[in-house]
């Protein structure tokens, strides 16, 4: 029986994902900064363990507590949604510590183990934001654009090991507190400098109007995909508005 490793699993895809790997009988280490109960089915194949992305002593204390795992899932990632010129740098490397950098430490804590053995998967979780110009969310993009990257030159160094690295691009998905999370409940517009404020209003307005939109089941299944592919694929847009934009680049 295989073990998933996924770290952000309080909430929306984490969480689906966690769930599906559960229903599909493999062993589920589900990670979140804040552990809660009823988040996830109580089984004694899923467990839920304490992780902080940002922090190197919870990355070791995290994977301690794991065992050996067969794939890591790095899910865990923070929004940002605005103008660039409005965005505080220190929010800038906020959302780079978590959804690059973490990443990064967690790849690189799961590779000795993997190498070794001979096998294994990392599958980072980026967002439909890099198949398409959208806009305010430049440094959201960045940060996700630079995952994108590390995952092309990451899969060609493991490939000799016979070890995979993947992405997965979710669409905009409205059922997640994600983009809640991003404002703080506000609408976007409204936090909007008065001189990008009409520029915003219409933008938002566009995305609202998009008549296609991902669900969260889209994205577990995505990375189940993923995952069980050996075809050499790199990259995998999850819902139906991330395989329009991926199709239309």
């Known amino acids: 029986?295989?073990?998933?490793?996924?770290?952000?699993?309080?909430?929306?895809?984490?969480?689906?994902?966690?769930?599906?790997?559960?229903?599909?009988?493999?062993?589920?280490?589900?990670?979140?900064?804040?552990?809660?109960?009823?988040?996830?089915?109580?089984?004694?194949?899923?467990?839920?363990?304490?992780?902080?992305?940002?922090?190197?002593?919870?990355?070791?204390?995290?994977?301690?507590?794991?065992?050996?795992?067969?794939?890591?899932?790095?899910?865990?990632?923070?929004?940002s949604i605005g103008v660039f010129e409005d965005t505080p740098m220190a929010r800038v490397r906020e959302v780079f510590e978590t959804n690059t950098f973490g990443v990064m430490a967690m790849t690189q804590a799961v590779l000795p183990r993997f190498r070794e053995r001979g096998s294994g998967v990392v599958v980072n979780v980026t967002s439909s934001v890099v198949l398409g110009h959208m806009p305010l969310s430049?440094?959201?993009?960045?940060?996700?654009?630079?995952?994108?990257?590390f995952t092309a030159s990451l899969a060609l160094e493991l490939a000799p090991f016979g070890v995979r690295a993947k992405t997965v691009e979710p669409g905009a998905c409205l059922t997640t507190n994600f983009g809640r999370r991003a404002t703080n409940g506000e609408s976007p517009v409204e936090l909007v400098p008065e001189p990008y404020a009409a520029f915003a209003k219409r933008a938002m307005e566009e995305f609202m109007g998009q008549d296609l939109y991902t669900r969260e089941s889209d994205v577990a299944e995505t990375v189940w995909r993923a995952?069980?592919?050996?075809?050499?694929?790199?990259?995998?847009?999850?819902?139906?508005?991330?395989?329009r934009l991926a199709q239309a680049k």
Do not use: C
Not at 20 to 35: C, D, K, L, S
């Open 138 to 149: 430049a440094v959201y993009k960045a940060s996700k654009m630079a995952v994108e990257g």
């Open 227 to 243: 995952v069980h592919d050996t075809t050499g694929q790199l990259r995998f847009p999850a819902g139906a508005d991330a395989v």
């Open 1 to 79: 029986m295989k073990t998933v490793l996924i770290t952000g699993t309080s909430s929306g895809y984490g969480r689906e994902t966690a769930r599906y790997f559960h229903e599909q009988g493999w062993n589920v280490i589900a990670t979140m900064r804040t552990p809660r109960a009823g988040v996830l089915p109580d089984s004694d194949r899923l467990r839920v363990v304490e992780l902080d992305v940002t922090d190197a002593a919870s990355i070791s204390a995290a994977l301690a507590a794991a065992g050996p795992v067969d794939v890591l899932v790095n899910n865990a990632g923070v929004p």
